[in-house]
């Protein structure tokens, strides 16, 4: 077959709509496009000048534009993966394109995203998608590794994933992306540059170590950097933002130290201006090395995968972590004056009545600014699904999006649910905002003076040769 015309699609859940609230406020309609779809798009668009890539996220799918495409790929994480569905059978039902499904749901349920399109893509698609579109134009039936399908007898063959590539020094075209240009001076919509993939730890509730392996693969520093400098200027160029932040969307930037340490120096030397945040475990917060050239280099938060409050959890899923330690390392995040986010999942089996007032009031005690509250989800693949699978209210993948989904050991669903909302209410209460107004002057001031003798501190470390 010919091949003249890629698009790729971002299903969003729900598909972005235009709202005066989402002028200014971050909701569930607005998120930035995905870069990893974006990457695919770029080394597609090498060899098909006409790609494009929809992010429902930000904008309407055209979708005579994609009906008239020779090939479509969409790809969905798991909440999104029904709405990608519904996407794939319409496509089916109104165009002759070949469609496939990726992304990171699809490669833990090929036989499920299969049922809804041509090919299944497993695994980081950068090597495997040229040899796919090759395959198509030789009219011949992938069968190559990463690569799974329904034949015409409804047998399933999968060829299991692919190698996961080596050099992911790919810069993604952000202008590929329709409407992004546009919807980019939005105060919601940061910048994103995804540095390094792979993680070593190994996380029972983790899913992306199951796509990305636990062998770390990074971009060059000086890839990163120039990266950085195109997202800055895809955002802000002829723009008056009033919030400018880039963040660093790796899962685990910090496993190469020697790497990250280079990374933080080539944005150094660059001379770069800007805010950064970044996620991070808690061990980097015991780094003071690390965090004088993160404060050195712009960065004013960490989020931190805190996840539990209470040692049990961290056993009973085989993370290495202590509260103890947790708590030494935000005091110490803090003492270089960058902020701390807190990330916490709500569900493990210890969980009671009572766990979102005392995971609030930890952030509170802890001087946490900022939580991203998640029930546990069970992804398929992943070693807590396996183990708790049989607790599953439902496998209705678009409620893993701050809904309990399972039933807890100590408490029902419904409480569970509900101790969520009382930590928000809690740490986000109208008392906490009105105190933390009156004294952000003070706030900054603090900020300040504790950037300033970071890099102080970094000065003197330089200068002594360290």
Not at 159 to 179: C, E, S
Not at 244 to 251: Q, S
Request: glycine share 6%; net charge negative.
């Amino acid at each position: 077959m010919e091949i003249r015309k890629v698009r790729f699609i971002e299903p969003g859940a729900p598909p972005y709509r235009r709202s005066l609230l989402n002028l200014f406020v971050y909701d569930r309609y607005i998120r930035n496009p995905s870069t990893g779809l974006m990457t695919l798009a770029t080394i597609v668009q090498r060899q098909v000048p006409d790609t494009l890539m929809y992010s429902e996220s930000i904008s309407k799918v055209r979708w005579d534009d994609c009906y008239d495409a020779d090939v479509v790929f969409i790809g969905a994480f798991t909440f999104a993966a029904p709405r990608g569905y519904a996407i794939a059978d319409k496509i089916r039902r109104h165009s002759k394109a070949v469609v496939v499904i990726g992304g990171l749901h699809a490669t833990a349920c090929p036989e499920e995203a299969a049922k809804h399109a041509d090919y299944v893509l497993l695994g980081e698609g950068d090597e495997t998608i040229l040899s796919f579109l090759d395959a198509l134009r030789a009219d011949q039936v992938p069968s190559f590794d990463g690569i799974a399908r329904f034949d015409e007898d409804g047998v399933l063959h999968d060829a299991g994933m692919p190698k996961p590539p080596h050099d992911i020094d790919t810069i993604p075209n952000r202008h590929l992306v329709w409407n992004y240009h546009k919807m980019a001076g939005h105060n919601t919509l940061w910048g994103q540059v995804h540095a390094s993939r792979g993680c070593p730890y190994n996380c029972d509730y983790c899913a992306l170590v199951r796509l990305y392996g636990r062998r770390v693969r990074t971009r060059s520093p000086q890839n990163v950097v120039e990266d950085i400098r195109q997202c800055i200027a895809f955002h802000d160029e002829g723009r008056h933002r009033i919030a400018t932040m880039l963040w660093l969307t790796d899962d685990n930037f910090f496993a190469d130290r020697e790497w990250a340490l280079s990374v933080l120096d080539a944005i150094i030397e660059s001379d770069i201006d800007y805010r950064f945040t970044i996620q991070a475990r808690y061990e980097v917060g015991l780094d003071d090395e690390m965090l004088e050239r993160l404060a050195k280099a712009g960065f004013v938060e960490l989020s931190l995968g805190i996840e539990f409050i209470d040692d049990d959890s961290f056993q009973e899923f085989h993370k290495r972590s202590t509260t103890s330690e947790i708590e030494r390392a935000i005091a110490n995040i803090h003492a270089h004056g960058i902020r701390a986010r807190g990330l916490f999942i709500f569900g493990a089996p210890g969980d009671r009545p009572g766990v979102g007032k005392a995971v609030a009031n930890f952030a509170i005690e802890n001087g946490i600014q900022g939580m991203l509250l998640q029930s546990m989800y069970f992804i398929p693949g992943t070693p807590v699904y396996d183990r708790f699978k049989g607790d599953l209210l439902h496998t209705n993948w678009e409620k893993c999006v701050g809904n309990v989904v399972h039933r807890p050991r100590d408490i029902t669903p419904r409480q569970l649910q509900r101790e969520m909302i009382i930590c928000s209410k809690t740490y986000y209460s109208w008392r906490r905002l009105f105190h933390s107004l009156a004294h952000l002057p003070e706030e900054l001031a603090r900020e300040q003076h504790a950037t300033v003798a970071s890099i102080a501190c970094c000065s003197r470390a330089s200068s002594s040769g360290r």
